[in-house]
């Protein structure tokens, strides 16, 4: 009986230690837990706390280039030596003319895109110009988006100059642009990323791309 009742006591010894071990490793692990929940929810609050940082930094460098234009198939070389701030301002006035600018107009700075110059045949490197008045920017764009502009046989292509960021948040409502020039509905894209559509003598705005589609959903896809 006694080398039974010794392993009884053993066994009973190894099963209270093995209870002990089990307990700790239950704390352990609701510590973990507890840690883990508490670094998700900081990770968390970190992630929105960098979306907020990145939309103002990317609102700040749009601010900055307010008054700023981006043109497109200038012909490489076309400023045969001259500034190119010179030429550019010269090269605003000929094409848009005294409709838009009774003089030259000023520019702070002008300069082309960064990289390497274009091999024969490949388009131009853009040009980015900054005007040193804000209302003449907006004169030059507004007479671009109407009319067609011509220099040296070449059609430019005139934009606001904008960051990566917001240029692809604008890109986003490419396909339903589309649909709404299909239709014959006039709409324009706000600054600095929103629709504007006038419809049945009314007005509507869409900040995002599927606000708009939910609008022509309910005004034509039933139609069809």
């Given at each position: 009986?006694?080398?039974?009742?010794?392993?009884?006591?053993?066994?009973?010894?190894?099963?209270?230690?093995?209870?002990?071990?089990?307990?700790?490793?239950?704390?352990?692990?609701?510590?973990?837990?507890?840690?883990?929940?508490?670094?998700?929810?900081?990770?968390?609050?970190?992630?929105?706390?960098?979306?907020?940082?990145?939309?103002?930094?990317?609102?700040?460098?749009?601010?900055?280039?307010?008054?700023?234009?981006?043109?497109?198939?200038?012909?490489?070389?076309?400023?045969?030596?001259?500034?190119?701030?010179?030429?550019?301002?010269?090269?605003?006035?000929?094409?848009m003319g005294q409709d838009v600018f009774e003089k030259p107009?000023?520019?702070?700075?002008?300069q082309r895109s960064l990289g390497p110059k274009p091999q024969?045949?490949?388009?131009?490197?853009?040009?980015?110009?900054?005007?040193?008045?804000?209302?003449?920017?907006?004169?030059?764009?507004?007479?671009?988006?109407?009319?067609?502009?011509?220099?040296?046989?070449?059609?430019?292509?005139?934009?606001?100059?904008?960051s990566a960021d917001l240029a692809r948040k604008r890109a986003?409502?490419?396909?339903?642009?589309?649909?709404?020039?299909?239709?014959?509905?006039?709409?324009?894209?706000?600054?600095?990323?929103?629709?504007?559509?006038?419809?049945?003598?009314?007005?509507?705005?869409?900040?995002?791309?599927?606000?708009?589609?939910?609008?022509?959903?309910?005004?034509?896809?039933?139609?069809?």
């Amino acid at each position: 009986m006694v080398p039974l009742q010794a392993s009884v006591n053993a066994l009973t010894e190894s099963l209270a230690s093995f209870q002990t071990r089990l307990c700790a490793a239950e704390t352990l692990a609701s510590d973990n837990f507890s840690t883990l929940a508490a670094a998700e929810k900081t990770i968390k609050t970190l992630k929105e706390q960098n979306a907020t940082l990145m939309d103002r930094v990317d609102d700040l460098e749009n601010r900055s280039r307010r008054a700023n234009l981006r043109i497109l198939n200038v012909p490489e070389n076309s400023e045969k030596g001259q500034s190119t701030v010179k030429f550019v301002s010269e090269m605003l006035m000929e094409v848009m003319g005294q409709d838009v600018f009774e003089k030259p107009p000023e520019l702070e700075r002008a300069q082309r895109s960064l990289g390497p110059k274009p091999q024969e045949g490949r388009p131009p490197r853009p040009l980015v110009i900054c005007f040193h008045r804000f209302q003449e920017k907006e004169k030059a764009l507004r007479w671009a988006r109407q009319n067609e502009a011509k220099y040296k046989g070449s059609t430019l292509r005139i934009y606001p100059d904008i960051s990566a960021d917001l240029a692809r948040k604008r890109a986003t409502f490419k396909n339903i642009k589309q649909l709404l020039y299909q239709k014959n509905v006039r709409f324009q894209l706000l600054h600095p990323a929103r629709l504007r559509v006038r419809y049945d003598d009314e007005t509507f705005l869409f900040n995002t791309p599927e606000e708009a589609q939910h609008f022509y959903d309910q005004r034509f896809a039933t139609r069809e």
